[in-house]
């Protein structure tokens, strides 16, 4: 056991120095952190644009099950009609049992597509999301190394004036450059934050006038029925 625990803990020990290495190299070559970053996103959103394609398949299956069983319910509901108005009560009986077992497997469908196709506009949601972040990553990576590379030139302008050494002051300002970058990072995060809370409001809604259009749409539906029954009765 104590060779186990010596065994983990000079492993942890190694993952250590090795993380700090690695931040060291990205503290004085940002444009590998930022290619890092990058391709981690750009990795995440190729297994994203997978899966999401697995469940739009799924959603589209699911959606031919409904159509066909809808399909086999009408059919079955104009021969029940037929069997009713030429008083063949025994296959009437038959229509009608085989009527209940398709109406209840397509409200089951409708529920299964109904959750099938928010899995899908979440799954594209997604993408979307990603796909803007590795644009706005992109975007700030350029940025950023520009700036950096403007700070370096005038650094060494400023030591040849001076006449100081170049090593060493570049040394004495590594925590200012730390601090500058760091602080134009946070004045970058507040920027996206607020553009994500907006983006976040825009979809939401955008969902409640899908939600309000259906909505209008159904109580027409609703109403047009109720007046063509009426018409009937009359």
Same mark, same amino acid.
């Given at each position: 056991?104590?060779?186990? +625990?010596? !065994? ?5 020990? !190694? ?5 700090? !290495? ?14 890092? *970053? ?107 190394? *520009? ?34 970058? +760091? ?52």
């Amino acid at each position: 056991m104590a060779q186990i +625990n010596f !065994w983990s803990r000079l492993g942890n020990l !190694w993952q250590g120095f090795v993380s700090l !290495w690695i931040s060291d190299v990205e503290k004085n070559h940002p444009e590998i952190a930022y290619e890092n *970053a990058i391709n981690g996103m750009v990795s995440k959103y190729s297994k994203l644009k997978s899966a999401t394609a697995a469940i739009i398949r799924r959603r589209d299956e699911i959606q031919n099950r409904f159509d066909s069983q809808q399909r086999d319910l009408q059919r079955i509901q104009t021969d029940l009609q037929t069997a009713m108005d030429t008083n063949q009560d025994d296959l009437s009986i038959v229509l009608i049992e085989k009527k209940n077992v398709l109406e209840l497997a397509v409200t089951e469908l409708a529920q299964e597509l109904s959750q099938a196709k928010g899995d899908a506009d979440d799954a594209k949601s997604s993408l979307v999301s990603i796909k803007s972040e590795v644009e706005k990553l992109k975007t700030e990576k350029d940025r950023m190394l *520009a700036k950096v590379r403007s700070a370096n030139a005038r650094i060494k302008i400023q030591d040849q004036l001076e006449g100081l050494s170049v090593d060493a002051d570049v040394q004495a300002l590594e925590n200012v450059r730390e601090n500058i970058n +760091n602080t134009i990072s946070e004045a970058n995060l507040g920027k996206e934050l607020k553009d994500s809370d907006l983006d976040t409001r825009l979809a939401a809604l955008r969902k409640q006038t899908g939600a309000s259009t259906a909505r209008a749409e159904l109580d027409a539906l609703k109403a047009a029925r109720a007046k063509k029954s009426a018409t009937k009765q009359m």
